[in-house]
């Protein structure tokens, strides 16, 4: 198995200026439109990284105290549904012997929720609007010759990446029969090697 390797940055021009090409894909063919969002993935994906976390930024540089208190509520949110699914034996001891305690926990979270909802919102905006950048990039740029050589030597298993990891976890693999009939054409125009 080959080591996991981080990508390397695509330049501006190849992400989104001169060479750059887009087009709306075919809303017809789904499995067309999957496969070209899955390869931009695979072949963008340090470039999505880094948007990403320049927008998660930004929006934190203008809503610090939001983006604090909505990543303190929904880490404290995630933290509690896993103590609860986990230990549910003793949360309903507790209530049990408690009640007036648990009564009042009840309460205070929902408190805590309203009062932050807004932070979390503005949290989740955070990773929403770099997800949807992602997705909207993804599926309107049109994949080149290096593109689909690159995500072939990914998908053969010679180099791994961060998100062909992801992708591979999720069950999600770019479909591979285009950059086969790049290469028969490829062998036999100049022979085979």
């Not at 996991?4 to 695509?10: F, G, I, K, Q």
């Not at 989740?124 to 010759?145: C, D, K, M, V, Y």
């Not at 998100?163 to 591979?176: K, W």
Request: charged share 15%.
């Amino acid at each position: 198995m080959a080591e996991v390797e981080v990508a390397p940055l695509r330049s501006l021009d190849d992400f989104l200026l001169r060479t750059a090409t887009f087009q709306i894909p075919n809303f017809k063919n789904l499995d067309k439109w999957a496969n070209r969002v899955m390869n931009n993935l695979l072949y963008y994906q340090t470039n999505y990284f880094v948007m990403a976390t320049l927008v998660f930024l930004v929006i934190g540089v203008i809503y610090p105290t939001e983006m604090i208190c909505g990543m303190f509520a929904i880490s404290v949110a995630f933290s509690l549904f896993y103590y609860v699914t986990n230990t549910k034996r003793s949360a309903i001891h507790f209530k049990e012997e408690h009640p007036f305690i648990s009564l009042a926990v009840i309460f205070s979270g929902g408190y805590f929720i309203v009062y932050v909802f807004g932070a979390v919102i503005v949290f989740l905006f955070g990773i929403a609007l770099p997800l949807l950048l992602i997705i909207i990039h993804a599926s309107l740029r049109l994949r080149n010759f290096k593109n689909k050589l690159t995500n072939r030597i990914e998908t053969v298993g010679l180099r791994r990446t961060p998100m062909g990891i992801f992708l591979e976890a999720l069950g999600q693999e770019p479909e591979t029969t285009v950059i086969a009939a790049a290469s028969d054409s490829w062998t036999g125009r100049f022979g085979k090697s």
